[in-house]
Structures are given as C-alpha cells and as structure tokens.
C-alpha cells in the first residue's frame, strides 16, 4: 500500500497538550489535499519512543508520484529515446517493455517530489500562524514545514538511503582507483548536483595530465623558455573552462536539466504574497526582484566587502608580527616566530564559521527565486572571502616580500601535506568517529532522559495515522542514519578543487610540479569523496542544476589572475632576468606587453569555442521547433472553435467543426 | 488584381535566339508552383525597349503573400497586443477593427516575401544548367537567381520605393534635428537591420553627453585628477555598451526577431545538397558546419592577419619615409615632407577597394547558413582590416613618436574635418550628381545603342506575360530608381561610427574634446542619413537582425582597448608627471595598477547588468511556457488518438474518442 519509505521526519515534541495539537495540526497539512493547502502525502508513525519523540516516516502514493513528476515537469527518456517532459496520459510512452510502472521514477526522483510536497505546503490566508504558537507568524504563501524547522519544531528531516541501490554502483565506484565512474547511476541516486561534481572532478583531473607534462618539462628546459609553458598554461586553462562548459551544457541537455531558468518554479523558502506568475499563471509567491538587488548591492555587497578587508588586515597584521618577531632577534623571539601563523590559522578558522552564517543569512535574507540562484549567490559570497584567505597570503609573499623560494615551499606544503590531511579528515576520521559516536549516543541518550522533562505523549494523539510493526527494518535504517552527518551542498568539495587549482595555477612558473600532486589527489578524493557520500552521510537531497554555477566564473578569474601572476613572477625572478641585458624599464614593459597579448589570446579562445556543442544547439532548436508548431496548431484549432461557435449562434444549428 | 509592384526586375538580353529560351525558361521558373521548384510569383513586362532589355516587374497575389507570410514565420501583433507568427487560418486575429487585409502586411515585409521566394528558386535535380548556357552549370538545390545575377544574366534586381508611404514620415525625419525619430515606421519602410542602425546612432549620440560634459569639466581641473575621469570614461563606455545590449534585446523582442538563430532558414545563397533540416523538418541545403569552420580558420583567417601586416608595414614605411625626408633636411625634402602621407592614403584607398572585395568573396566561400553569420563573418575580416588602416598610425604617433601634441592636432583633424567631408560627400554630392548624372546617361544611352549589337528580340517569347500599359508610373517609377546608387549594406554607416568612437574613447585623456564634436557630427549624421536613403539611393531589401552583430564585440573591443591607451598615455605625460615625485618604475606599475583596476572594473559592470531587461526575460518565458504546454497537449491528443485506433482495431467498432 505505501511506496518504500523516502523522507523521515523527527519531530521533538517535549511537553504539554498544546503541542500535541500542534503536531496533529502539522500531521494533517501534510496529508491534506493540495486544494487545502495540504502535501497530499502518506504519513506512517514510529511506534512510540520516549527518548526519540515522534518519528514519522513519510512517502505517497504510486498516483501522486506520477502527478507531481508531471507537475514538477519531470524530464523522462520517452520509448525513442527522446528527453521530454513526464505527462501521466503518455504514461505509455515512457515504459519501455518490460518496465513496471513503479520502476519509472528513481529513487531520487521520488525523493525530489516528496520535497518539493513538504516545502509546498504553504499557509492559507486563515493560517496566520502555527497552530499553538502565536509568536510564530505566518503570512500567505509562506512554506510552513520550513518554519516549524527554523522555530525547532521539527528537529529534521533527511532522506533515507536505499541500500539495494547503493549496493549496485557503490564498490564499483569508491573502491577503484581509476575506473570510469558511474555518473548515470550517481545521478539517478544523488541527483543532478553531485552528479556534476564528480562528472567536474575528473574533467579536470584528467585535463590536469597536460600541465603536469609541461611541468616536467619545464624541468629540463633552460629558464629563457619559461614564458612559452606560461603561454600554454593560459592556452590550457582558458580551453579546459570552455570545453568543460560545452561538455556541462550536454550533461545538462542529457539529464533535461538545460532549460532551467530563475523564472522557474520558486525554491521552498522563497517568500511573497502569493499572486499569478507571469510566466506559468499558477498561484505562486511573488516578490520583485529589484528589492532582491537592492538588498545585494546596498547591504550584502558593502558587508562582504568590509569582511575581506578584515580578513586582508589579519593577513598583514601575521606578517607584521612575524617580522617584527625575527627583527627582535632574541632566542625568545625566535621560539614564538611560528605563534602568529598559528594564531592567524586559528582567527581564519573561527572567523570562517561565523562568515558562512553571516553569508548564509544574508542570501537568506535576500530571498532569491530558485535554488540555483540561491546557490549562486552564497557561493560567491563565500568564494570571495575564501579567496582572501587562502591566497593573499600567497600573494604577499610573492610580491611583497619577493621570496620565492619560501612560496615554493608554502607551495609545495600546501599541495602534499594539506590535501593529504584533508583527504584523511574527510573520509577516514569520519568513519572512525561514527563507530565511535554510535557507542557514545547510546550512552548520552540513556543519560539525558533522565533530565529531559516528562513527555506527555497523548496516545490519542495521532491516532489515525497507522503506525510501523516495531521490527520493520525501516524504524531501525532511520535511527542508524539519523546519526550519520549532514551532507549539506557541494560547496566544501567544490572549494577545495578551487583552491587547489588556485595553487596550481597562479604561481605555476615558480612551481611547475604542483600540477601532479593535484593530480595524485584528485585521484584520491574522486574515491574518498565517493566513499563519503555512499557510507559517512545521510543521503543527500537530490537537487537539479544545470551548471556548477558561480564555480564557472570564479575558476575563470583564477585563470585570468594566472596570467597576471606569472608574468609578474617572470618578470621578478633575479635567475631569469640575469640572462637578458635590458634596462629595468624595458623589462617591465616587456613582461607587461606580454601580459596583454596573453589576456588578448584567452578573450579570443573564449570567443572562439561556442558555449553548446552543435548537436546540442540542434536537439534545443528543434524541441523549440516543435512547440512553437504545437502552439500555432492549438491557437488554430481554438480559433476553428470559436468560429464554429459563431456560426451556431447565428444560424442556431447543431453543426459543429471540431 | 496585381499588388502595387514590388520588386523590379532587369535582364539584359543581347542577342540569339537561344537567349529567349533562357529568358522564357528564368520566367516561367519565377511563376511555376512550388512543387516545380517555381517561385509561384506574378510577373508582368515592360513594354520592350532596345535600350534596356527586358525589364520585369515582380508581385505576388495576396493569398501567396499571405501564405509565405506563414511559411516565413513572419511575426505580427494580434488584436491582444501579443506578438505571436502570423498564420493564415488565424487571419482574423490580426486585424483589428477596420484594417482590410491588404494592410496587414507592411511594404517591407512584401518585398521580403518576394526577395525571399526569389531566392529560394531552387534547381530541381534535373535542372543540370541554366537553359541554354551550358558552362553555368546548377547543382540540386542551388538557387537559380543568385547564379543568373553572378553570371551576368541578371543585371539587377531592386525593390521600388513606396513614395506615398515615404511621404507620410519621411521629411519628419530627415527635417528635424533634435527630433526624434519615427523607428517603428523606418522598420517597417526599411526593415530592421536599418531601424536598429538608427537607433543605435541615436542611442549612442545622447550617451555622448555625459564624456562631453566631463570632457568640458577636464579643461577646468588640475591635470592631477585626469586619471577620475579616465575611471568615469570607462565606466560610461562599459555601461554604455550593456544599456544599449539591453536596449537591443528590447527591441528585437518588440519586432520579433529576438528568436533567430544560426539554425533559421538558410539565406538564398547557402549551398549544399538538398536534405531534411533537422529543426524544422523541411527540404533544405545541407552543409556541415565543421567545412565552414576548417575554411575559415584555415584560409581565411590567415589570409586577413597577412593583409592585416600588410597595411600595418605600408603604415610603418610611411613614417619612416617622413623621418628620412626631414632628417635629409634639404629644401626639397621638406617640399616633399607631404608626399610619403598622401601616398600612403592613396595606396589604402586602393588596398581597401580589393580588401573589400576580398573579405565578400572569402566570407561568401565560407558559405555560412544565415544572413546574420554572414554579414556578422563579413564585419569581422572588414573591421579588423579598417582597425589597422585607421588607428594604428595614431598608435604609432602616441606610443613610439610619443608626440602629444600632433595626436592632439590629427584627432581634431580628423574628428572636425573629416567628418564634415563624410557628411557632405555622403549625402551632398550624390545628390548633386544624380541631377548630372540624370541629363548624362540620357545622352549616354542614346549615344551607346548606336554601337550596341541588334537585340533579337522575339515578340513571340514572352507572350503569355501580361504587359503594363505605356504610361503606367511604375514604368517611370523602375527607370528612375534604377538610376540611384545601390545601398549595400549597414556597413558603411557602422563603420563610420565605429572610426569616431575610436578616435573619441581612445585618445580621450588627450583630447577631452573630442565627444563634442563627435555629438555635433553625429546629429548632422542622422538626418544626412535619413536624407540619402529616402532620396539618393535605391531601396535597399528589408533585412531581419537581432542585434547590431559584430558591432557589439568591435565596439567593446575599443572600449577594453581605450583603458591600455589611456593609461599607457598618462603615464607618458611629461607634464603629468612633474607633478609627482617618483621613481621611473613606480610611476609605471602605478599606471598598470590602474590599468588592471580598471579592467576589472570593466569586467564586474559587465557581470553585472543583465543582458536582457527582466520583462523581455518574462515574455520570453511565458512564451515557451506555453509552447510547450501546447506541444504536452499536442502529445496527450495524438496518445489518445492511437488508443482510440487500438480500441477500434480490437473491438471492431465505430467509437472514436476525437
């Protein structure tokens, strides 16, 4: 009767009958039907756990999983192969021989529209606020569930691994070393985001092989030729952005995924009045998006600003105190040379924390239209502080103080010893940690009841929501699981390719081999990152982007500065200069001439590579084609009706045109 | 029962017999069905007269206009204000009240439909040669007019001006100075690609008031605050660019051309073998995109970066001769100082004439799909060419002479006189000579049938063809037009824009004032232009554009380009830099700081301002939201269709679900 459960949902619920009606009020909107304001969805209880609270488990049926992918216009291959929009009456259409009709929606996609039910769950205009909290005001249209999980009303709620699934691609994926991936099935699994990340990630492990060839080369060659490997490092860089935007373009074309726009289907905590969308004429929260900018450019851009000055200012003051330290030059002195670096890391890490709040809220605040907005937004606002931190120091170094061989050997620290460490924190203390925390939960929990306050759980409460047999498997995957940590976004493996490529890149001339420990790590984090996911988190939301977003760009300005930076490393380096006999000037000039024709070169290359493969452009047009006909063709049809209409009004006849 | 004619239609036709057959075969293929590979168009002759050959008018009835209308997915605006393709069977949406179906479509628009019919007189695969010229062979597909053009056969074929329709806005546009202008009747006398050439001239000429009045503001300050206003300059070019992309997005959603792309309707000259297209389906040449692409990088781009040293080495010989000249410093060599500079112009005016030429003939091999690519593919190798023949002398003068003042002194040349010269050559003397011109062909033609072979002319050909009477005015009406000058293309005009708004931005730190005089050019420009295609040549052919093409990126090339000239300039300044205390070096990196300041700059209004305006993104959307809902729909009735058959096949009886 009810689909294998997807979503599990936690509800803390300490104390008095007030809350019961609150939760039994919460229960109904989510089975109530959609004209209700409701989710429409199947609610299954836990039995009852003192220790837990309540614990729903939560799915629909074989019928709404069908109406909402056609709803949420879920993008299915049809029987010839084709992408196009799921639609219940070409039910047919979609199932291959053989396929049953539950098999059509994956478990991804099934968890998607469980989502995309709960966050719809939106306030009628008679719900002004939770039911039992007045402080917790609602205004129309607002997503309800979203509320109750910021107030911690409900604890939280998290998808359910299938561990059948998983058992099908998840050895084969995290326990090889360089077998191609199984990007079809990480999709259908964890959606179209993380899907993109791993598809990224070899990308440009692979396309890292060239570089770290240059790299050896630049070994054997004599230094007056070093400008050429930075001509084909810019060269490479710009081609592998572009061509990782066509092949992005065409992932996104294959997973249906491309058309996507900030027009479409508002994320769940967008908030507006609610009023008629322009676009597709549903009732949908309405909010102008010129106070959206606003708030960016007014309060979020100057604060964001002021903070990466901070962060530059704490850069500068590690430096001051460390050469005021050496300039001391007592043996006191020279013991605490490594306090301000350490002290420095210390303020970044604790600063850092309080940033992503700060940029969290502000996107938040800003209240953008779609998820993919909403990303693109806190990821540049976390790039750019990031970018302070981990390479202005850098950039200090380089061109302040001049030294090169103490870059090399940050350098070179940072690529081996950080990313190794980084690769054991991510993967290996995690799994430590939660063999660990198993045995330390159970006896915190058995502890902290005692204290907790006496649950008056009301068995009629929630009477006539059925309840799970006490050994289904189920009640045991979500208590297991419930424990694992959160996986929130891609945004902390996405950083640390970037700063990885950030090293690789800017100060490439001066560390030519940087590329191949990249290379050695990528390899590793492919797997670890792929072990992570399958066994040390919860599953994931699956999420659809068409794109890495702001990623693209900032790797962009990273390849851009590359060009900067190593012609200023070029230009600085006393070995080079020695074999030229040119006045300092001419130097400049000359390093500085060849800055420009490399920004040139990279503005023509981008140019040059169009952004979709051909075929793609092609797929896109006639698609565009189609329903252009179809549209022409309907409004035809309607016209035929009305005039049939006509001539019935007038002549009172019962001759229709159909 | 013949429209107003439209487009005329000249054949020189000197001699045999075999040439009638030829002429009875070209006509006959003009008014053949389309399913004969005809054009299905209406002709009428001239009475004949030796003197000129056959001259043809060209119509078509009302229903094919109607009918191509559909097939060409001509955009009109319905009674609801919608834009929306214009189809037959929904006629009456398009009419409002009281417009008779003649009027629906423009002048414009007429003339495209036959330009376009013309055109796509296709050779069927029997069609081995043209009738009678067995050399001028055909392939599949081929348009068959384009060769007789190329082949002589044709002489020419122009549209006739509407002087009744030109009358009613025509003096309010070129009699005016600050008046506005009415673009929306240009576009539809002229087509869009003219009505956008306007609107950008005017777009650009009210822009120019912010750097003239900075301009002015610069004579007033110290020479220390230069470097502000070279921010506010680039600044202003940035924005300017962006508003006028956003401008241009606007109106092309506005006249419906928003949509075209590079997979449109090949344009008549597009070769290659006759196949189904994959967007729409249709019988069209098919040429693979990658042969284009291997001619044009392979060949073609070579082939222009050669003339493109070229010119630069005859400008580079020309500076060199002066120096020698003046260091010879005998009375003769200073008569003769003048010389190396007129040689020089002469010797780029004749270059150019082949360049031209060359550029056409290389873009036309090219064979790029669309009249977009192709004028876009065109621009490019021509501006390119015209960057080096007008700007890099001045380049040579700032940066290697590095004499300040003749800068000054070549710029206000150029801007002041040159552009009167522009003006008055423009619009003036065609005038002039088009009263000579007209007395001098008269005794011309007498004087030239004297010598000129017999015509045979059979009055038995053509016979089928009726003929306008003797005193039809649009006898007079084809004669008189004939002998205007031919308006090509944009090109000209764009290019003469593109010259000013070089000398303008890039120079400006030295020549403030150059804005100015740009703006009094520009407002003279607009009204010679108008003047000179309403009077002084012949209608040009309605063109479809999206954008001004190639323009934005060569416009904003020079905008990148002026941030490196105004800085490498002010940092040159000898008076600027008495100013500061500073070391040679420094005072370099200071003016690159700058210069990468700014190019960031330039780089984040660019990020910044969306590329189309948030309703046009709206409208866009809407539209494809309901196209495709059409296409679902489409999908579900053709689904249930073949239900209904099923359930026919199997039961064997009557009940249809239609």
Excluded at 451 to 462: A, G, M, P, Q, T
Excluded at 641 to 652: C, E, M, N, W, Y
Aim: charged share 20%.
């Amino acid at each position: 009767m009810i689909e294998n459960n997807f979503v599990c949902f936690n509800k803390l619920n300490k104390g008095t009958c007030r809350r019961n009606s609150t939760l039994e009020w919460i229960v109904d909107k989510i089975r109530d039907q959609r004209s209700n304001g409701g989710g429409e969805l199947l609610v299954l209880k836990q039995p009852y756990n003192e220790k837990k609270g309540v614990v729903l488990h939560i799915s629909a049926s074989k019928i709404k999983f069908l109406e909402a992918a056609e709803e949420m216009e879920i993008i299915k291959c049809d029987k010839s192969g084709q992408q196009r929009e799921f639609t219940v009456s070409n039910l047919e259409d979609f199932l291959p021989d053989g396929m049953h009709v539950d098999d059509l929606l994956t478990t991804a996609e099934k968890q998607k529209i469980i989502q995309h039910e709960l966050e719809n769950i939106r306030a009628l205009p008679e719900d002004k606020h939770i039911l039992g909290y007045p402080n917790y005001t609602l205004y129309e249209g607002q997503s309800i569930i979203y509320l109750c999980i910021i107030q911690k009303l409900i604890k939280t709620i998290y998808p359910l691994h299938d561990n059948e699934e998983l058992k099908k691609f998840g050895k084969k994926w995290y326990l090889t070393l360089f077998g191609a991936q199984p990007i079809e099935q990480i999709r259908l699994y964890f959606g179209e985001a993380i899907a993109l990340y791993f598809s990224f990630l070899s990308f440009y492990t692979t396309a890292l092989i060239i570089p770290t060839v240059l790299g050896f080369l630049q070994l054997f060659v004599s230094k007056e030729n070093v400008p050429f490997f930075c001509i084909f490092n810019v060269v490479w860089v710009t081609v592998f952005l572009e061509v990782w935007r066509r092949r992005s373009n065409e992932l996104a074309y294959k997973w249906g995924t491309i058309g996507m726009t900030s027009l479409d289907e508002p994320r769940g905590n967008f908030r507006g009045h609610m009023g008629i969308d322009a676009v597709s004429g549903k009732l949908r929260p309405q909010y102008p998006r010129w106070k959206t900018n606003a708030k960016m450019y007014l309060l979020s851009l100057p604060l964001v600003v002021l903070c990466m000055a901070a962060a530059f200012v704490f850069m500068l003051l590690q430096f001051y105190c460390e050469d005021y330290l050496r300039a001391l030059g007592t043996p006191l002195a020279q013991q605490l040379l490594s306090v301000p670096t350490t002290v420095y890391a210390i303020v970044v890490y604790i600063i850092n924390i309080y940033y992503r709040k700060l940029a969290t809220y502000l996107t938040e605040w800003e209240n953008h239209r779609t998820q993919s907005q909403y990303d693109r937004h806190r990821v540049v606002k976390l790039v750019l502080f990031e970018f302070v931190n981990n390479f202005t120091s850098l950039f200090y170094i380089a061109f302040v103080k001049q030294d090169l061989d103490v870059l090399k050997n940050q350098l070179a620290t940072m690529l081996i010893i950080q990313q190794a460490i980084n690769n054991v924190t991510e993967s290996i203390i995690p799994l430590v940690l939660k063999v660990l925390t198993l045995r330390s939960i159970k006896l915190n929990t058995v502890d902290s009841t005692k204290h907790s306050e006496k649950i008056v759980y009301n068995d009629k409460v929630l009477t006539h929501i059925p309840e799970l047999s006490i050994d289904d498997s189920r009640i045991q995957d979500a208590e297991k699981e419930y424990k694992l940590e959160v996986y929130e976004t891609t945004f902390d493996d996405y950083l640390e390719i970037y700063v990885q490529f950030g090293y690789v890149m800017l100060f490439s001339s001066v560390y030519p081999l940087a590329a191949l420990w990249a290379i050695i790590n990528n390899i590793l984090e492919i797997r670890s990152d792929a072990f992570k996911l399958c066994l040390v988190y919860q599953r994931p939301f699956s999420r659809k982007v068409k794109d890495i977003g702001a990623w693209q760009k900032a790797f962009e300005v990273i390849g851009a500065l590359s060009i900067i930076t190593n012609c200023g490393l070029l230009c600085l380096n006393p070995q080079f200069r020695k074999s030229y006999y040119l006045e300092e000037v001419e130097w400049i000039l000359m390093f500085v001439a060849l800055e420009h024709f490399l920004l040139g070169l990279r503005y023509l290359i981008h140019i040059m590579i169009p952004e979709k493969p051909e075929w793609v452009r092609i797929a896109l047009a006639k698609k565009n084609h189609e329903s252009k006909q179809a549209l022409k063709h309907e409004q035809m049809q309607q016209n035929r009706r009305i005039l049939a209409r006509k001539f019935k009004t007038v002549h009172g006849k019962q001759s229709a045109l159909s």
